[in-house]
């Protein structure tokens, strides 16, 4: 006890104490780290942090002087452990994991008193940002953890040095950082990528992009969103606009209001997911290959064009194929998440019909949209053939003057009566529930597809031709089954507003300026204004790069990393290569150590003068201990000829006035301090020689 | 255990032999990732562990990197390292009980110019290596007192290491250890450095009556023999001529003033006879203080020794004194004996000789 007591008092008064100024920076850390991880985090806990910090603050700028008792903190502790288990266990394994460690770094920020617990401290918030990387992985993001690294480690440097200037501490810790930077890119570049060792807990945040169930009015929403969906990178020229249909759910259950997804479907994915079972649709006729980087949604639904199957290893083991020729993720998709698709457009229309999707796809509602019933059963007696019936349908839309707007009137009773008949305005998802419906009730299997359609082509030289796809783009469209033809895709807003199909949202709303209407400052809502636009383009263009080799770095483009630089992926040339990385890495470090070695520590005047100093010992002559410059010149020039005292009287004359003369004076001199350096050096090359040759 | 040490001892003087200045390189350091090294170590692999579960890159790539810090580290922290020079300085004269203050000059060669690139960086701790063949919990914690924490950034020179001397006799200074955290704490350099020295411990002076032995030429009494020394029997014999050093109150001022020159009183006293002074040979059975004596645990050796360092305390304590009062005597502790002189070579003579006496086995 006696013994910690001292302890305690001596850690007080080093140097190491509460005053250093590197724990108002690790609370400064702890403050930013959690609040980007605002989403996530309580806010109860986000309050402790900032009381935290505020000790901290209060502490180091003498406003108070106790930290408070172990006692009280433990007491804190116990209680916030107890509220967190409280708040915390309905949202997942990986958000208490979070909370917990937040809360940790939070307490242990006001009780910090020893070596030790600064040092937890560090690792904990080191750690912390690793888990900021789970949740943002922007550039802004990324950018900014990095720049919390560094505080980091200039905390410990600030630590360990206390008494040095800030801005001597930021030119070692940044040195430090950039010596390790290529090290640490040479590692990444190379050091294997695995696939992951255990199932982790996944983050459980709101779910955002489309949703599992429409009620015509929906994907209204969404075209409000200015928010990338996803990109695609293609290997070749990407489809055209209007063949770009990107399918993501399959609603087939119909309410009279409302499309969800169908409970069957969903048990047959748990039932796959649970074997691990993979769908195999039948894949006939072309196909193209291409690569997405879906942001995140916190769903399992991915993007892909028509029938599409993973492509690569990464990708067949992640990505599950569904009976309604969705793709879908074994977790939901939390961070940015890249795979590698390959599509067969013309698959669809091969696929087989089982009963129960017939069933599925023709169940309708008992009652109501009346209207709609009798205009089908009228239509149906006129066209017995299901193709005519179809075109008759789809005429309706033609013939009557159908506006495609996202300001529709609100329909509440029978919905697809009042859109068919009276309003006659809506956009896709009211489009394609009543085409949907009419064909059900006509007895032709239909379904609602929903997903993206379009995007924004950037195709820069050299390069490959990348898609964006924006929230905007979201759409809904119809997939039939006919007999003879399979399924068919078929999109009733195509033949009522040809603009959103050909050139996009924006184009379509043209007239009525409802396009982001809710966000006029959105810079997609501004892209006529060309400089605003390229500068869109510009960020648009960096997010990518950054997603695509970066963020999607994999053991895929490792693999092809090593190809372009060996040619070929032989046993020997691999261990060439490690080998080679080895000596790259061993090569820099003793670049870095090289200065230390050449530096001249004593300083070049000193050099030169104990220089000629060891060449007189190595003759024999040793200078004593009590011998000056001068007494030892004296002795020089007694007991050598004038060939080699010469030049070392000239050279001790040198050195005595450079290092004994008043700074004033030599710089009034003759010779500045260069030139005398440059005759010392003749002086010493004078007498190294001479006395050689007294030797010899 | 002990074996290993004394191997350890032996490996120690051949790899860093005792110097009186320590340009440290790679024969004397030594470094090893600090405890907080390690833990860093453990945070890489947890971040890898997670980075490759989540397949997050941004994670990997900052556990590659801090992975980089720490390889580098490894040279940043010998570097700093490297640059200490450590010599050591003259230390006052110390007595058994003091707390010697050993004057360790770090980096005294480089110039101010030279400093901020060249100079050592950061806190160093510098203690003294603990003797663990007595290392209990109470010797532990007195030498963890010892160590010395030193902020190169700020620094004075010279550096004051504080050792408690126990004993008399030639100071056994054991090697003193410099370690290091500089930059980031992530490694330990650290270094047992031995220095030459000269440094004695004299045994701690008792005060006491000063007894001098005059030794006539016949003389015939021992009691007699002893002259008390006491102030003012000092009286007036001659003038002489003044020499530079002599004490100002010794000139005769009012010879000055007649023109005379400087001329200094000369006296004489029977202080300036000369005496010696003289381990008694009966220390043993004469004052022992009762309290000592009746502690029975001390066996009859340690018994003898605190009586001996008793009597040579007195010892010291009589040289001292005469020494400051000028008087000339011999110091007689027989087997060795120490002509009778005075100033301050005689003086340290007689210390040196009262530090190392060892009494001749029986």
């Not at chain 2, 203050?101 to 160093?124: H, M, V």
């Not at chain 2, 410099?178 to 992530?186: A, E, I, K, T």
């Not at chain 2, 020295?197 to 045994?203: G, L, M, Q, S």
């Not at chain 2, 000092?234 to 003038?239: Q, V």
Request: hydrophobic share 45%; net charge positive; with cysteine.
């Amino acid at each position: 006890m006696f013994i910690r007591l001292q302890q305690k008092l001596k850690n007080q008064g080093t140097p190491q104490s509460s005053k250093n100024i590197a724990l108002l920076l690790l609370a400064a850390i702890l403050v930013c780290v959690s609040f980007s991880l605002f989403a996530s985090i309580l806010i109860w806990i986000l309050l402790l942090v900032a009381c935290a910090a505020v000790i901290r603050g209060a502490i180091y700028y003498n406003y108070y002087r106790h930290l408070p008792s172990i006692r009280t903190l433990n007491l804190l502790a116990v209680l916030s452990i107890l509220g967190l288990i409280y708040s915390a266990l309905s949202d997942g394994l990986l958000f208490g994991m979070v909370n917990l460690l937040i809360l940790a770094c939070a307490l242990k920020l006001m009780q910090m008193r020893s070596q030790k617990d600064v040092y937890q401290l560090v690792i904990s918030l080191f750690f912390l940002i690793g888990c900021g990387f789970i949740f943002n992985q922007s550039i802004g993001f990324s950018l900014f953890y990095a720049l919390m690294c560094m505080a980091l480690l200039l905390s410990l440097a600030c630590y360990h040095a206390p008494s040095n200037t800030m801005h001597k501490q930021l030119k070692t810790v940044s040195i430090l950082s950039l010596q390790a930077l290529p090290i640490g890119l040479l590692m990444f570049l190379v050091l294997p990528q695995l696939s992951p060792l255990w199932h982790t807990p996944k983050s459980k945040g709101a779910q955002t992009g489309l949703s599992e169930q429409i009620t015509p009015g929906d994907i209204a929403t969404l075209s409000q969103s200015s928010e990338l969906a996803f990109r695609a990178t293609f290997e070749d020229t990407p489809p055209i606009a209007r063949r770009r249909y990107w399918r993501a759910i399959v609603m087939e259950d119909f309410d009279g209001k409302t499309w969800k997804v169908h409970a069957y479907r969903h048990k047959l994915r748990e039932f796959q997911l649970k074997t691990k079972q993979q769908f195999k649709p039948k894949l006939t006729g072309p196909f193209f290959d291409y690569e997405v980087i879906a942001e995140p949604t916190n769903q399992p639904w991915l993007f892909a064009l028509d029938i599409a199957v993973p492509a690569d290893t990464q990708s067949r083991r992640n990505i599950m194929q569904s009976s309604d020729f969705l793709l879908f993720n074994r977790q939901p998709v939390v961070s940015k998440y890249q795979y590698a698709v390959r599509s067969y457009p013309e698959a669809l229309a091969n696929q087989a019909l089982t009963v129960t999707d017939k069933q599925i796809n023709l169940r309708l509602p008992e009652t109501g949209n009346n209207r709609t019933r009798e205009w089908v059963s009228n239509l149906r007696a006129k066209f017995q053939d299901n193709n005519k019936f179809v075109e008759a349908v789809l005429s309706h839309f033609i013939d009557n003057p159908f506006v495609y707007t996202l300001r529709p009137d609100v329909m509440l009773v029978d919905p697809v009566d009042r859109f068919l008949f009276d309003n006659q305005a809506g956009f896709c998802s009211h489009y394609a529930s009543a085409l949907a419906y009419a064909l059900r009730l006509g007895g032709i299997p239909a379904r609602i597809v929903t997903g993206y359609q379009g995007g924004e082509l950037v195709e820069n030289n050299g390069k490959s031709p990348y898609l964006s796809i924006y929230q905007y783009d979201a759409h809904a469209w119809v997939e039939t089954w006919s007999d003879n033809a399979g399924w068919q895709r078929i999109d009733p807003t195509a033949l009522v507003s040809p603009d959103r199909i050909e050139f996009g949202l924006q184009q379509a709303m043209l007239e009525e300026g409802s396009f982001l209407a809710d966000s006029p400052f959105s810079l997609a809502r501004l892209a006529n204004i060309v400089w605003l636009n390229n500068i869109r383009l510009f960020l648009a263009d960096i997010d990518y790069n950054w997603s695509r080799w970066v963020l999607g770095f994999n053991s895929q483009k490792q693999r092809d990393l090593f190809k372009s630089i060996l040619g070929k992926l032989t046993p020997e040339r691999l261990s060439i290569l490690g080998v080679g990385i080895v000596f790259t890495i061993g090569m820099l470090l003793s670049l870095f150590f090289l200065p230390h070695w050449l530096q001249n520590r004593l300083g070049t005047t000193q050099h030169l003068y104990i220089k000629a100093l060891h060449a007189f010992a190595k003759a024999g002559t040793q200078r004593a201990n009590w011998q000056g410059p001068t007494a030892f010149s004296q002795h020089i020039n007694e007991h050598y000829s004038h060939k080699v005292s010469d030049p070392f009287s000239q050279l001790t004359q040198l050195y005595l006035r450079l290092t004994y003369q008043k700074k004033q004076s030599t710089g009034t001199s003759v010779l500045s301090i260069k030139q005398c350096h440059r005759l010392m050096r003749g002086h010493l090359a004078r007498l190294k020689t001479e006395l050689l040759k007294s030797k010899a | 255990m002990t074996l290993l040490q004394s191997y350890w001892n032996k490996w120690l003087n051949k790899r860093i032999p005792a110097a009186s200045q320590h340009h440290l390189n790679h024969h004397n350091i030594f470094i090893f990732p600090a405890k907080f090294g390690l833990l860093f170590l453990s945070l890489c692999v947890l971040l890898f562990l997670l980075g490759t579960n989540y397949q997050n890159n941004l994670m990997l790539l900052l556990c590659y990197f801090l992975l980089a810090i720490f390889l580098v580290n490894l040279l940043a922290s010998y570097i700093n390292f490297a640059r200490i020079d450590l010599q050591i300085g003259k230390c006052h004269e110390v007595f058994v009980g003091d707390n010697l203050q050993i004057p360790l000059w770090l980096n005294a060669n480089i110039d101010n110019n030279n400093r901020a690139k060249s100079a050592t960086k950061g806190l160093l701790h510098f203690k003294f290596q603990t003797n663990q063949h007595k290392s209990t919990k109470k010797t532990k914690f007195r030498h963890d007192q010892q160590s010395t924490e030193v902020d190169a950034d700020a620094l004075t020179n010279p550096i004051y290491l504080s050792q408690k001397c126990h004993q008399r006799g030639k100071l056994t200074l054991s090697r003193v250890t410099v370690q290091s955290f500089y930059p980031l704490g992530l490694y330990r350099c650290w270094t047992h450095l031995a220095f030459i020295h000269e440094i004695t411990v004299f045994p701690k002076p008792l005060p006491c009556e000063i007894q001098l032995h005059i030794n006539d030429n016949n003389s015939a009494k021992k009691s007699g023999g002893i002259a008390n020394e006491q102030a003012g029997h000092d009286d007036f014999s001659h003038l002489k001529a003044y020499q530079v050093g002599e004490p100002l109150n010794h000139v005769a001022w009012k010879q000055l003033a007649k023109g005379r020159g400087m001329v200094s009183k000369q006296f004489s006293s029977i202080s300036n006879q000369i005496g010696w002074l003289k381990l008694s040979t009966d220390y043993k059975n004469k004052a022992l203080s009762p309290s000592i004596v009746l502690d029975t645990e001390l066996d009859n050796l340690a018994l003898d020794k605190i009586a001996l360092d008793k009597e040579l305390g007195e010892l010291c304590y009589q040289v001292i004194e005469l020494s400051r009062t000028q008087r000339t005597f011999g110091l007689d502790l027989g087997p060795q004996c120490i002509a009778p002189n005075s100033g301050a070579g005689h003086r340290l003579a007689c210390l040196l000789a009262l530090a190392n006496f060892t009494e001749a086995s029986p």
